[in-house]
């Protein structure tokens, strides 16, 4: 009730959802006492409380079917409303205002699970409670429409991350594993065409030609790569003994959108300390 007469006192419309929301059993009576593992979510009082102009606000608390009150897990609560739902975006709150590398200190902008889970779980800083955490997420984002991600932020935060598209604090996705090529025929010919044909900036201001672009690459060993959906497609020519080049970097608006440009980067770096990057001086991908 404190959070909902705050709320009402800034000018929010809020209401207090205490009940009819989670079922549960209990989890362990004899063990643990009153605290349950839910097993059914009724959304409709939350949608009624919108359809009135209020801001739901909900307890971890659920019933039995025999009606005894039962403490559940306010995250796990959390995520079974947004299996539910099915949301864009679920934001958790913390302090810190996001997930911090373990060894340099830095927040971690984007995890991108599909591409980094695996590998991130056995780094020796991601233990305790940022491992369950992250494992948590995952098995969350599992259920939920490839589209939906999670936000982590401070509460500071919550209007940057709600109302801008830069965003704040970590957020968490599905995403898409990444690929690297060393021929077209492995990605597809048709695919590549299509992409560079589409979106190539020599090609749509009439300076070139898909063939002219993929006879250009029989000059010196390449490699290609991206993200499966072809959000991004990036080209590396790297000629024996020379710095390699980039010749061409390819995202859609959703790559840009959605960062996908930075992972695709950020896998190229790793192959290449150097890299020349040749693009015309008005290609919008260019950073200003």
């Known amino acids: 009730m404190k959070l909902v007469n705050a709320l009402e ?74 299996k539910e739902l099915e949301p864009l975006k679920i934001v958790y709150l913390n302090e810190k205002g996001g997930l911090f590398h373990g060894v340099t200190g830095e927040k971690l902008d984007v995890i991108n699970l599909d591409e980094e889970y695996s590998e991130l779980m056995k780094q020796p800083w991601v233990k305790f409670g940022t491992k369950l955490k992250i494992r948590e997420i995952k098995e969350l984002l599992d259920h939920l429409p490839r589209s939906s991600s999670v936000a982590i932020i401070s509460a500071d935060s919550l209007q940057k991350e709600l109302f801008t598209d830069s965003g704040a604090g970590t957020l968490i996705r599905r995403g898409y594993k990444l690929f690297k090529a060393g021929s077209i025929e492995e990605i597809g010919a048709d695919r590549l065409r299509q992409v560079i044909h589409d979106r190539d900036p020599d090609i749509l201001a009439g300076l070139s030609s898909v063939a002219g672009v993929l006879s250009d690459l029989k000059r010196a060993p390449y490699t290609i790569y991206g993200d499966e959906p072809f959000d991004c497609v990036a080209i590396v020519q790297h000629p024996e003994g020379e710095t390699p080049v980039m010749t061409k970097l390819l995202p859609s608006k959703n790559g840009i959108m959605n960062n996908i440009t930075d992972n695709v980067f950020n896998s190229i770096r790793k192959d290449h300390k150097r890299l020349f990057w040749t693009a015309r001086a008005d290609d919008e991908n260019r950073s200003p």
């Open 9 to 82: 006192k800034l000018g929010t419309r809020a209401r207090p959802i205490t009940s009819g929301v989670f079922t549960a059993d209990y989890l362990d009576k004899p063990k643990y006492g009153l605290v349950g593992k839910i097993t059914r979510v009724d959304k409709r009082p939350l949608e009624a409380s919108i359809r009135a102009g209020a801001l739901p606000i909900l307890t971890s608390l659920a019933e039995s079917p025999e009606g005894q009150i039962l403490n559940v897990n306010a995250d796990i609560a959390a995520g079974e409303l947004a």
